[in-house]
């Protein structure tokens, strides 16, 4: 409920993040809650928040052990926040922590709370690897035995083949096809090419190399074992080295290793506020979150998977009453390149916003020279619930260094969802 007479404004005061690394290398030997909990911490050291009790933290991760089940709590309980700080564990795939964002925006808006944190956090490397089904029923029969015979009688029927592991899948369970098969189909739905799809990826690996050399990154982005800079970002690549790349979902296929985003682990979290919370410690607004929508598509019935972002966008447009163009930044998570090329695409296509979205007219271009500007996720990498937190500091700061503006964020997820937000100062 609103607590107040109006509706407050969220003003985000800044995120910081650890350097995200690609899977099984410089994070292989910590999981979630250890992520998590330095990032919580870099923010807690940043904006001096050490014994503060805030309104809440709200945070999730994709890949997650079973006795995770409470993992956001955990985490803050180290992170130097005071333990009467509640926490709150979230899971939207690739849109968590934008989502997080936007759940703390509403309780500051409606005088809930006076600030909070959104954060995410996802290892590749620490998989939650179980046993078969089989071998559940039968470790649990033995549980239900009543006598010493029935316990042991499950047994009896143990087999080599029960202790084969089940690892995490990677593909939608209702198509079993991966992510980037799904994208692959979208590549030939909008006949989007490969030589764009590079360019994409060159872009966005020269963005985020020019960012880190300029300093960009330097207090967006703290040291975490070992690693100070994201590690799969390449500053020598080039659109004959990516061309050379093999496809690697299809053998006809169109995306590559180099315009797909690397299987990542890393962590990052936004501290959001009112504003009158913000002024009496002290603290800058860098920029408000003002707007936030999500959207699902039917990926089995038809629609590409990764095509929810094309409806979340103009149905939030509606509510700001402002056009695509009005922006002075957008960041549209790169799943894939061709993911965000085949979205853009679809906002150009007067027969698809006339017969999907019911608009009258497209809802046009975007100036490219606009598009993530630092860097987007085929070149930092992607830890499924991190990259939207990510996506807000990185937003607010360019909103701050620049003093006025507007940005737009796009997240695609599996589960053919998409969470979009806007930000403006």
Not at 126 to 140: G, H, K, T
Not at 174 to 188: D, F, I
Not at 313 to 340: K, T
Request: hydrophobic share 45%; aromatic share 6%; net charge positive.
């Amino acid at each position: 409920m609103l607590v107040g007479s109006q509706p407050r404004r969220v003003a985000v005061i800044g995120g910081v993040r650890i350097p995200f690394a690609r899977a099984n290398g410089a994070y292989a030997e910590v999981g979630n809650q250890e992520m998590l909990t330095a990032s919580l911490k870099a923010v807690v050291d940043r904006f001096r928040l050490r014994g503060e009790r805030l309104g809440d933290v709200i945070a999730g991760a994709v890949m997650k052990h079973s006795s995770q089940w409470n993992l956001t709590r955990e985490s803050l309980l180290d992170s130097g926040l005071s333990p009467e700080t509640p926490g709150l564990d979230v899971q939207r795939a690739c849109g968590t922590s934008l989502e997080a964002a936007i759940a703390i925006g509403n309780k500051i808006a409606l005088g809930q709370i006076d600030a909070g944190i959104a954060a995410g956090v996802d290892t590749v490397s620490d998989p939650p690897i179980v046993f078969s089904r089989d071998y559940q029923r039968l470790m649990l029969r033995s549980f239900r035995g009543k006598t010493f015979g029935e316990r042991l009688k499950p047994w009896l029927g143990l087999r080599p083949r029960h202790f084969k592991p089940v690892f995490p899948g990677v593909g939608e369970p209702r198509t079993k096809l991966s992510m980037g098969q799904h994208t692959e189909k979208m590549a030939r739905t909008w006949r989007i090419a490969r030589e764009d799809q590079d360019a994409l990826a060159l872009a966005s690996h020269l963005h985020a190399s020019k960012a880190w050399a300029e300093g960009f990154m330097s207090d967006l982005v703290v040291p975490y074992l070992g690693l100070k800079a994201d590690n799969n970002v390449r500053s020598d690549t080039s659109l004959e080295k990516l061309a050379k790349l093999k496809p690697s979902f299809a053998a006809d296929g169109t995306l590559t290793a180099g315009n797909s985003t690397p299987m990542t682990d890393g962590s990052a979290a936004v501290l959001l506020a009112g504003e009158e919370w913000a002024r009496a410690r002290g603290l800058p607004v860098q920029a408000y979150l003002t707007y936030g929508k999500a959207a699902a598509v039917d990926f089995v019935g038809g629609e590409g998977l990764l095509m929810a972002p094309a409806y979340a966008v103009p149905r939030m447009l509606a509510d700001a009453g402002i056009r695509l163009q009005d922006f002075d930044f957008y960041e549209i998570h790169e799943a894939f390149a061709a993911q965000v090329l085949c979205t853009l695409k679809a906002w150009e296509s007067p027969e698809f916003c006339r017969d999907r979205l019911g608009l009258s007219a497209p809802l046009g271009s975007i100036d490219r020279a606009k598009l993530n500007v630092k860097g987007g996720s085929v070149a930092v990498g992607h830890p499924f619930a991190a990259t939207g937190a990510r996506i807000v500091a990185a937003l607010a700061k360019l909103l701050a260094e620049r003093g006025s503006g507007r940005g737009l964020i796009s997240v695609c997820t599996a589960g053919g969802m998409g969470v979009t937000a806007i930000m403006e100062r």
